[in-house]
């Protein structure tokens, strides 16, 4: 396995950088938190430029140049989705960008990604050139996405099972929310990385050389992202019918506590129709009987329980 190195490039100088990206040769360098006006000293690529494909995380990116001795480079970034990050939809995704050239390879990121440092571990043998590891490390950040949906399936089905458990309560409403948020993120970084697949294709002799391993590459990340989309596409268009759903059913209930609360209107507005037909000051039956009032009881009773069972048996109630 390859003896990989990370640094803290706050803590690196102008030397370090130079060794990093025109000096030593076959090791692999991850970079955070770097000092970029020191990287731009060293690759045809200005401070501003570097910055700003460093800090945005909404966009892909893909360029090749050649600096004052001729020497070809190849700048791209991979867009990381972090379901972590909740607070701002900006945040929520990571930048990884490779700078590359024929004998050289450097991963930066804007910030420290503790997982990224073991993935390296895991990917990178000795034995691979730098562009077929820049091929496994993908496959396996794809792999990674495709695990993060497999959680998305688990809490949409335990979104269900609340509902049905539950109902249409408040906290569903959030977390279906929450996950719409991340399917829309997720639907932007696949579409983004789709974009760096395509232009390993479009410039491969820049990146490949061989055509061989350029048609395994293209056909192997294409098929895992294509993958990718269709589960997005799909658990997006479950999640739009589970709203649905979810708003039918809060209406029913609605409609269900409605008409319960109007039957009960209509079944105490009997007893008082009664009493206020016996209160008439004039002859009525029963106003001379000692029990007279316990006779009109039982039968605004008995008129309220006819009532009820009618409004039951038209399902009215």
Avoid at 24 to 36: H, V
Avoid at 112 to 127: I, K, N
Avoid at 251 to 266: D, G, H, R
Wanted: glycine share 4%; proline share 3%.
């Amino acid at each position: 396995m390859l003896d990989f190195q990370e640094y803290d490039g706050k803590t690196l100088g102008s030397k370090d950088y130079e060794d990093l990206l025109i000096g030593n040769k076959g090791i692999l360098p991850y970079i955070y938190e770097p000092q970029i006006e020191l990287i731009s000293e060293w690759i045809p690529y200005s401070k501003v430029e570097l910055k700003e494909v460093l800090e945005e995380t909404q966009e892909s990116f893909y360029d090749f140049r050649e600096d004052k001795q001729e020497r070809e480079w190849v700048v791209f970034k991979l867009l990381v989705p972090d379901s972590q990050k909740q607070v701002q939809f900006s945040k929520m995704v990571d930048a990884i960008v490779f700078i590359k050239s024929e004998e050289h390879l450097i991963l930066v990121t804007q910030n420290r990604l503790h997982e990224l440092s073991e993935r390296l571990r895991e990917t990178y043998d000795s034995s691979q050139t730098f562009n077929t590891f820049v091929v496994s490390f993908i496959y396996l950040t794809l792999d990674d996405m495709f695990e993060d949906l497999k959680e998305v399936k688990k809490r949409i089905s335990e979104i269900e099972r609340s509902i049905q458990e539950s109902g249409a309560v408040k906290p569903i409403f959030n977390e279906i929310l929450q996950l719409k948020k991340y399917l829309i993120m997720l639907s932007s970084t696949y579409r983004n990385n789709e974009r760096l697949i395509e232009n390993f294709g479009k410039y491969s002799e820049h990146f490949f050389g061989d055509s061989k391993l350029k048609q395994n590459a293209n056909d192997k990340l294409s098929d895992r992202m294509t993958t990718l989309k269709d589960m997005v596409d799909s658990y997006n268009q479950y999640l739009s019918s589970l709203d649905t759903m979810i708003n039918n059913l809060s209406s029913y209930q609605l409609n269900e506590i409605m008409k319960v609360l109007t039957s009960i209107s209509i079944i105490l507005t009997i007893p008082t129709m009664v009493y206020g037909f016996w209160g008439i000051n004039v002859p009525l039956p029963f106003e001379k009987l000692a029990y007279g009032f316990i006779l009109v009881f039982l039968i605004s009773l008995v008129i309220s329980f006819f009532v009820w069972g009618w409004l039951k048996k038209r399902r009215l109630m």
